[in-house]
């Protein structure tokens, strides 16, 4: 018996000839009828393509991933915002300790302050600590002071005194035993600042260098005018000549030893008949300013420094020079004693 024409449709159905390929799930008809071409597509693909498609939802990851990516899918988008908020907190905050607070860096840390200066400077702490700019300047050798001299090349007179020691004044700070031994002597000798009076472990007494320079440089200046300073005195101690030949001396060799390649030119100048040297040369400073005003910050005060007294423990450095007061009272000049065992 045949199906009835009613039945026909249905069993049409079932009686296709096609074959759906297999996916995660069967489209309905509403949706094939919604979208032929799709299924147009799916049933001209290849049998051994749509195969290659029967696998679950890792097979379509593992194709479109590589392994290194599938290591690090735990890192969401936050979990990576919040891990850099971390560190860019972490970085912030180390350099302004380092700005702000801290007096040297780090163990085994290094700034790129004064990499110039530290090219051709012997070891300083402060190199690392004060940032001393370098500027251009002429410097002012004209032989006669002219209409507007600069202060310091006037004559005495408490004005002139008051310039000179501002510049000159010696100041004292503190610095670690690291620092003492970098700088080449033995940290078992040199003043320790005691504990009691608030400082650190380890601090030691120091000063700079370029002021006691400039110091000597004051003393030279008021020796030449004697009178000025020392007429109206009766006698003079012989330690002051002493000093001045010592002062002389650390000039001297500092000049050397920071000997300049500095070109001096020449003129023809009114009323001259040889050629005239042009002091007037151009230098590249460092920034003095920058080098006082730290001291000034820095340095200690004369009522702390008078309560600095020796303490129990500490290694005798001997004199330079033994008996050298008598030696002083014995002599008619100063200039008349041994020189040589002084």
Not at 192 to 220: K, V, Y
Request: charged content about 25%; overall charge negative; proline content about 8%.
């Amino acid at each position: 018996m045949k199906p009835s024409n009613a039945m026909t449709p249905v069993m049409s159905i079932f009686t296709t000839t096609h074959k759906l390929p297999k996916y995660n799930s069967l489209p309905t008809l509403l949706e094939t009828d919604r979208d032929t071409d799709s299924e147009k597509t799916l049933l001209n693909t290849p049998k051994e393509d749509t195969l290659s498609c029967t696998n679950t939802e890792s097979s379509v990851y593992d194709s479109e991933y590589p392994p290194s990516r599938k290591r690090w899918g735990f890192l969401t988008t936050s979990a990576c915002v919040t891990l850099l908020n971390i560190a860019l907190l972490v970085g912030s905050s180390f350099c302004y300790y380092q700005a702000f607070y801290s007096k040297r860096p780090l163990p085994g840390y290094t700034t790129s302050l004064n990499e110039e200066l530290k090219g051709f400077s012997y070891f300083s702490p402060l190199l690392d600590v004060i940032d001393v700019p370098s500027k251009v300047e002429q410097i002012n050798g004209s032989l006669f002071p002219g209409r507007n001299p600069p202060i310091f090349r006037l004559p005495p007179s408490p004005e002139v005194d008051e310039a000179w020691e501002y510049i000159s004044q010696i100041a004292m700070f503190g610095i670690s035993t690291q620092d003492v031994i970098k700088l080449g002597k033995d940290p078992s000798k040199t003043v320790r600042l005691p504990e009691s009076l608030g400082f650190p472990p380890d601090t030691h007494l120091a000063q700079f260098d370029s002021i006691h320079q400039i110091h000597c440089l004051d003393a030279l200046r008021k020796a030449v005018f004697f009178e000025y300073y020392y007429g109206k005195k009766k006698s003079i101690n012989r330690l002051y000549w002493i000093h001045l030949s010592h002062c002389a001396g650390v000039i001297l060799q500092n000049l050397m030893c920071q000997a300049n390649l500095d070109v001096i030119t020449l003129n023809w100048v009114n009323t001259q008949k040889n050629p005239f040297p042009d002091f007037s040369v151009n230098k590249k400073c460092r920034d003095f300013g920058t080098i006082k005003k730290w001291q000034d910050e820095h340095k200690l005060s004369e009522e702390l420094l008078k309560k600095i007294e020796r303490p129990e423990r500490y290694v005798e450095v001997p004199a330079p020079v033994q008996n050298i007061m008598d030696a002083f009272e014995e002599a008619k000049t100063p200039w008349d004693f041994d020189w040589t065992t002084m």
